[in-house]
């Protein structure tokens, strides 16, 4: 008798897989569109009895490649911010944790899948972080044909998406007795009866014929719990109470009138495993983040539209039918170059010595005809190719990029009569992008969704011992607070490095390129370069000699003001010592002016003149030396 969880499961899963299955036919068509022939069976027996051959050109894939190589290679890490004057403390071990394994656990090549598959191919894929047997986290994409959504969600980040249902089939038993530990007598019980009816369509199956098989489901539903919170009334905050009520009360007593306790119901999920539609086990969600261990990597999505094969799509969705059209015409001209060669000929019968000459082909062939049948057998003339064919064809080819919204400066192809500036043609390629932005955006937001995830996921599993081991330094005390990814936290997009040391490194740098001043010796210490501690050496040893010159010139310097000084005061002392001999001077003058008029007044007229006249002439002397001496 079928469990109340098998009911509800099976009762899930023909809803989803009733309303689902038009996408699922819709997704697998774009994926024979982007990697094999779309024909179908009947174009292809069409062509059989035409007696052509059938071709295919993968004119889509271009498109596709243009997108997903432009996001690989801009391709952008996560790490963990600060929310507005939080701790960044917390925030730069968190990304010390989530960088590496991003990286080390092929968590961008996921995303990158996910984002080409998904986004870009057949309109969705889920992204699943998972805990691997040595508690490390691992990262795996959820094809398109392995899950199923609940029918009426609406949002990107699956918060109204009531159940997911995960269906692996065709597993090995002994793969599933390994992701089921202690279940093995239950699955070899399960695996021998018949097989459950849910299944779904163009699922690839995989291991040994001779092998026991079962089709692993996993069946997660949103729900509530009932939780004991404390709140702290001076501060807001609120925590959910693990202990025992009775130790609550006993603390909500202690600190009463600054605790206060209550009891409310909060999101969580549930979990149910099963093996060919029957119960193997079911409980609270093992990952202990109370949220679906998925996100959602999507491309258009239109939640409002009806019809659920339109309502996810890729881009490749609208360029189907120019593909189409594409194969069809240069199929068509093929066979019309082949037939040039070798039409067929129309002659009598008996005309030509070997009869089988007439389905001849080839350059070079020679058709005999018997005596006097010249001219008995014609050639069939094929007919050209239409001029306006190839036209139709590249507007085609233009159609398709039109539709898809890019351009051919985008692929550097740009015709030689067009040539342009590179500045030009960069602003070209950013203008086709436009166009594509909102891809971009979705899938950056679902990157800061699997970021807030695996927050919640090392919070809820990774031990303080973990922790430190991973950083090489003591675990910030608030690291495990419940709360923190909603209020504290912000998932961002960064450099893209191997570590969280090298994204510092170069954010260094460009802040030392606009002109921060941080010194070149803390920027190499960052780096992560060969021979880093030789150069170090160096610097040390550049910057000694640096310092020691430094000083010397210091001492130079206050060398020559010493001397300057003296000199200065010593030139201070002549310039008072000529300026006592000028007064001195003038005073000896004076007195020998007053001595030559007395003696004046005993010569005569003529000789007083003479006296005077040199007493002028001397005097112009002393005046012209003192000027000389200044």
Not at 68 to 88: C, F, V
Not at 234 to 262: D, M, P, V
Not at 300 to 315: H, N, R, S
Request: with cysteine; glycine share 8%.
């Amino acid at each position: 008798m079928a469990t109340d969880k098998e009911k509800d499961f099976e009762s899930a899963f023909n809803d989803s897989y009733d309303y689902w299955f038009p996408w699922i036919e819709a997704a697998h068509t774009d994926f024979k569109y982007a990697i094999d022939n779309p024909m179908t069976e009947a174009d292809r027996q069409k062509l059989r009895d035409e007696n052509r051959e059938i071709l295919h050109f993968p004119v889509l894939r271009r498109i596709i490649k243009l997108v997903t190589g432009y996001e690989r290679r801009n391709r952008l890490t996560l790490k963990i911010g600060p929310a507005e004057g939080s701790d960044d403390r917390v925030a730069g071990q968190l990304t010390g944790i989530i960088m590496p394994m991003m990286e080390n656990a092929r968590g961008h090549e996921v995303v990158s899948d996910a984002f080409e598959m998904g986004s870009l191919i057949t309109g969705a894929n889920l992204i699943e972080p998972y805990f691997d047997r040595r508690g490390d986290i691992q990262f795996a994409r959820k094809f398109y044909n392995k899950f199923l959504l609940d029918p009426n969600f609406t949002r990107r980040d699956l918060k109204d998406c009531r159940y997911i249902i995960i269906h692996e089939p065709d597993m090995a038993a002994e793969a599933i007795k390994s992701l089921i530990p202690g279940g093995e007598g239950k699955i070899d019980e399960i695996l021998k009866s018949p097989e459950s009816g849910t299944s779904l369509p163009y699922t690839s199956t995989y291991g040994r014929g001779d092998e026991d098989k079962g089709t692993l489901s996993y069946f997660w539903e949103r729900t509530t719990k009932k939780v004991d919170l404390l709140g702290i009334t001076t501060t807001g905050q609120s925590f959910i109470w693990t202990g025992t009520k009775k130790s609550l009360k006993e603390h909500a007593q202690r600190y009463k009138g600054n605790l206060r306790t209550w009891s409310d119901h909060l999101e969580t999920v549930k979990l149910t495993v099963l093996v060919n539609g029957q119960e193997v086990w079911s409980g609270d969600d093992p990952n202990g983040i109370d949220d679906y261990p998925y996100v959602l990597m999507s491309g258009y999505f239109y939640p409002e539209y009806d019809d659920a094969a339109v309502k996810l799509q890729g881009i490749i969705r609208p360029l189907r039918d120019c593909g189409r059209e594409i194969d069809k015409r240069l199929s068509k001209i093929l066979d019309i170059i082949d037939s040039q060669v070798q039409t067929g000929m129309i002659a009598e019968e008996g005309a030509l010595v070997d009869k089988n000459d007439i389905h001849a082909s080839g350059q070079g062939r020679g058709v005999w005809v018997k005596d006097g049948k010249r001219g008995k057998g014609e050639k069939i003339r094929s007919g050209d190719i239409p001029p306006g064919l190839f036209q139709l064809n590249n507007d085609l080819q233009g159609l398709i990029n039109q539709i898809a919204g890019v351009n051919e400066s985008m692929f550097g192809t740009e015709e030689l009569k067009n040539q342009v500036s590179g500045y030009l043609l960069k602003l070209r390629q950013g203008a086709g992008l436009v166009s594509l932005s909102d891809l971009f955006d979705h899938k950056g937001d679902t990157t800061k969704q699997l970021g807030f995830k695996l927050i919640r996921m090392v919070q809820a599993n990774y031990s303080k011992q973990k922790v430190q081991r991973i950083l090489n330094k003591p675990v910030a005390p608030n690291f495990f607070t419940d709360d923190l990814a909603r209020y504290d936290l912000v998932p961002q997009e960064g450099i893209n490095t191997a570590s969280q040391q090298q994204m510092h490194y170069a954010e260094l740098r460009d802040l030392k390129e606009k002109g921060a001043p941080i010194p070149w010796k803390y920027i190499l210490e960052q780096s992560q370069g060969q021979m880093k501690e030789e150069l170090l050496k160096a610097i040390d040893q550049a910057e000694k000699q640096q310092t020691q010159a430094q000083q010397e010139a210091v001492k130079e310097k206050q060398l020559l003001d010493r001397m300057r000084e003296a000199k200065i005061n010593a030139d201070n002392a002549r310039a008072a010592e000529r300026q006592a001999q000028v007064g001195e001077n003038q005073a000896g003058a004076a007195f020998d002016r007053v001595k030559a008029a007395r003696e004046l007044k005993k010569m005569d007229l003529d000789d007083q003149l003479a006296i005077v006249d040199r007493l002028i002439k001397l005097e112009e002397i002393r005046n012209k030396g003192s000027l000389t001496k200044r």
